[in-house]
């Protein structure tokens, strides 16, 4: 059992960063994958970005190096790095844990990027 709890959302201009974190309760966390996912709304909800136990990463398209995934296993903590912001990046972001057949997510964290 994985309890997520997102932060870091908010308002912020084009080109602007936010620093999203996941903090995880529960045993096993070093053992899960760990991912972002997003939605927007009238759309469906996608992949944004994965860490795995080892530290692999994968990333959608289009993030194009603008994000980065990090995980620190000691603080039971998923990161977000979001880098030059785009207005198309609103969306209510989503923290998720997985391992075998068990999945978990968060509540979400609303990013909203206007100006």
């Known amino acids: 059992q994985v309890q997520l709890v997102e932060s870091g959302g908010g308002l912020v201009q084009p080109g602007g960063s936010l620093r999203l974190s996941c903090a995880a309760s529960g045993s096993g966390f070093s053992r899960y994958v760990m991912g972002w996912y997003r939605q927007a709304p009238g759309k469906q909800r996608e992949l944004v970005a994965l860490i795995g136990s080892g530290g692999r990463t994968n990333y959608a398209n289009f993030v194009q190096g603008r994000f980065t995934i990090s995980r620190d296993n000691a603080k039971n903590t998923a990161y977000l790095q979001m880098n030059s912001l785009k207005p198309e990046d609103t969306a209510v972001y989503y923290c998720?844990?997985?391992?075998?057949?068990?999945?978990?997510w968060g509540q979400g964290t609303q990013v909203t990027v206007s100006s």
């Open positions: 998720n844990a997985g391992y075998s057949d068990y999945l978990y």
